[in-house]
């Protein structure tokens, strides 16, 4: 009889997973991570149990740094937002919906003609997810961690949206860039601020900033990997981040320009990108923060 | 008379290869219809399916899944069409219908990736899903073959069953237990070619090793093999197809002497190490050849990693299977072949 061998195995698996689990015991801090997506954006806050994703990249490779961070058991996200209805940064969440229980879509109305985000809203549909549109001055909170909403301005949507139906995606079109409905948020914990600041651009910013809503932050997700039609002097001098964090890979479109990283050198942000550092790991206790190798 | 036999059946593989095979020529406008029997390969922005022999990219969205009816339309240009579109796309209907689909979609709802997919292409030969970078990692290190469905699986399933069941019964009765297992896995595999014909190969010559001679065994797979070439002709150059024949082939000849070789071995591990070398030694040639990447370490990384294939194939077919049933169970079930996942993840990562 060599039953044994099997019990043995059994239990040896048992001990495998309770070793595993113990790697993934939280620690009380947040972690932002901006994932190594390829060319596009994909934003992981972490905060206990608790997690908020913005924007899921161009495909799959989101899954990948979801794993990496999130606990194998919890297949719950407790908050996802999208920016904006472009590929780059609706891609990855198709199968987000698929895979993981979401509580909460946050994602403006404005509708794209793609086969692929016709396929998000399927897979949104199909998950029962609560859907939001997010709206300036509105404050979200998950768990532990804060989000005010700085755009996209109620003017903006009432101009170009003025009876749309609000909480539904694909709502309406625009003939506006979609960038310019990208959603702008300060991510908070204790006095930890971070700039979520999509794919804006020039023609919002001075908007946004009118609005006097912008206020120093620790973090910035530098607009539009870093694009030229992105980060403005204003902006920069308005949120004077210490950090300021480039989401891009391989591209054609020369992101990122050479004049945002001269912006930020001038202005002394230490800056990092996804295409060379990989994931970029940023845990914050709500008063200092600092840089996970 | 003996060799008229022989003769007759080669001749048979022969004429039937190039009677069936397509022939088309460049700059052909082509509209294909037909089934997929083959996993669409996923891209970034794009997937492939191949039709008819030729290989087609089409927009990511919507997806085609194993099964789907689908006509195309495009130009052919060396062996693959050209600015293809997709005119329409019809689900499978049937008895199997969308079973085999569900448990891909429970195994991605309760395991994170690459975990999920390695346990969707390890049980069921589902490689549709795996990303990018770890499938690169897998032909590195000479270990795709474990995702693609193989004889290869099915051999070392059969003989992880066997000897699990011999623990309670005699041989006998045990090799036909493990024989009922393999088609019923075949069943919730959902019928794909590639398994069953692994499964008639795997049957056909394990019994003839339990019942009779190992020559037996041997002259049984050849004939299996052909026949199976004359019904599936274009089955000749099917990669799954090499693996399930040349493994189950290997096992057979090598596994007494690979058993003498790991006699060092506690016995508690020795049966499934000398398995795995014993497959390995026909298989990784034709590895080296196809993936086109030669790593000195294969056999031993193989060594290293094989030994989880059966359990996690067993613990995915039953955690699956049970799972659309009562998701928590399965998810229990399932959670238990996550550190032998991880364990084979980091080795091929380590060695990637």
Request: net charge neutral.
């Amino acid at each position: 009889m060599q039953a044994y061998k099997y019990i043995l195995g059994l239990f040896a698996l048992v001990l495998g997973l309770v070793g595993l689990s113990l790697g993934y015991a939280p620690d009380g801090q947040l972690h932002l991570v901006a994932c190594d997506v390829g060319q596009g954006d994909g934003i992981l806050a972490i905060y206990k149990d608790t997690q908020v994703l913005i924007d899921g990249g161009p495909d799959d490779r989101i899954l990948e740094c979801l794993s990496e961070h999130v606990p194998f058991w919890d297949r719950r996200l407790e908050l996802v937002i999208l920016t904006h209805p472009q590929l780059d940064h609706y891609g990855g969440l198709i199968e987000v919906f698929r895979r993981y229980s979401v509580d909460t879509f946050l994602a403006n109305g404005l509708d794209s003609g793609a086969s692929s985000y016709q396929a998000l809203k399927n897979a949104v549909g199909g998950s029962g997810v609560r859907v939001v549109t997010p709206k300036e001055d509105m404050v979200l909170r998950v768990g532990m961690i804060y989000l005010d909403i700085l755009s996209p301005s109620q003017s903006l949507l009432t101009q170009e949206a003025p009876d749309s139906r609000t909480n539904i995606l694909g709502a309406f079109s625009s003939k506006k860039d979609p960038n310019d409905f990208s959603v702008v948020a300060i991510l908070r914990l204790g006095e930890f601020d971070a700039l979520l600041t999509g794919d804006i651009g020039p023609s919002e910013i001075p908007e946004i900033l009118a609005r006097g809503k912008v206020r120093e932050v620790e973090y910035i997700k530098v607009p539009h990997h870093g694009s030229k039609n992105g980060l403005t002097h204003e902006l920069l001098d308005a949120s004077s981040p210490e950090i300021g964090v480039i989401s891009v890979g391989k591209n054609s479109y020369g992101h990122p320009n050479e004049e945002t990283l001269k912006m930020l050198r001038e202005k002394g942000v230490r800056t990092l990108r996804t295409d060379e550092e990989g994931d970029v790991e940023v845990v914050s206790d709500g008063k200092s923060w600092w840089i996970k190798p | 008379m003996k060799y008229l036999f022989w003769g007759v059946l080669i001749i048979l593989v022969f004429v039937r290869y190039f009677s069936t095979k397509p022939d088309y020529v460049d700059g052909q406008r082509l509209r294909i219809e037909g089934i997929v029997r083959q996993e669409p390969s996923r891209f970034s922005y794009h997937q492939k399916i191949s039709l008819a022999g030729v290989s087609i990219y089409l927009e990511k969205y919507p997806e085609i899944y194993y099964g789907d009816r689908v006509v195309v339309e495009g130009t052919v240009k060396k062996g693959e069409l050209e600015n293809a579109v997709l005119i329409s796309k019809e689900e499978e209907r049937g008895a199997f219908s969308g079973f085999r689909k569900r448990v891909v979609g429970f195994f991605q709802k309760s395991l994170p990736e690459p975990h999920a997919a390695l346990v969707a292409g390890i049980s069921l030969g589902a490689k549709g899903s795996l990303p990018k970078g770890f499938w690169d990692n897998l032909t590195k290190t000479g270990t795709a073959h474990v995702v693609v469905a193989s004889g290869m699986n099915v051999s070392l399933v059969a003989s992880f069953l066997i000897g699990v069941l011999v623990t309670f019964m005699n041989r006998k009765r045990a090799l036909i237990l493990a024989l009922g297992g393999i088609w019923i896995y075949t069943l919730i595999s959902g019928f794909e070619a590639p398994i069953v014909r692994a499964a008639v190969m795997g049957s056909i010559a394990f019994s003839a090793q339990e019942l009779g001679r190992v020559y037996s065994a041997w002259r049984a797979l050849v004939v299996t093999g052909l026949i199976l070439l004359i019904i599936v002709p274009a089955w000749v150059t099917d990669l799954g197809f090499i693996l399930s024949f040349v493994a189950t082939a290997s096992i057979l000849v090598f596994q007494k002497k690979t058993e003498k070789l790991f006699a060092f071995v506690p016995r508690l591990a020795r049966g499934d190490f000398s398995t795995t070398t014993a497959a390995q030694i026909g298989v990784s040639p034709i590895l080296f050849v196809t993936f086109g990447q030669f790593n000195i370490l294969s056999p031993v990384i193989n060594v290293l990693v094989l030994w989880t294939v059966p359990v996690v194939t067993i613990l995915g077919i039953v955690g699956g299977v049970v799972g659309l049933i009562v998701p928590v169970l399965g998810k229990g079930i399932l959670y238990l072949s996550y550190p032998l996942t991880s364990w084979f993840i980091a080795v091929v990562r380590l060695f990637g």
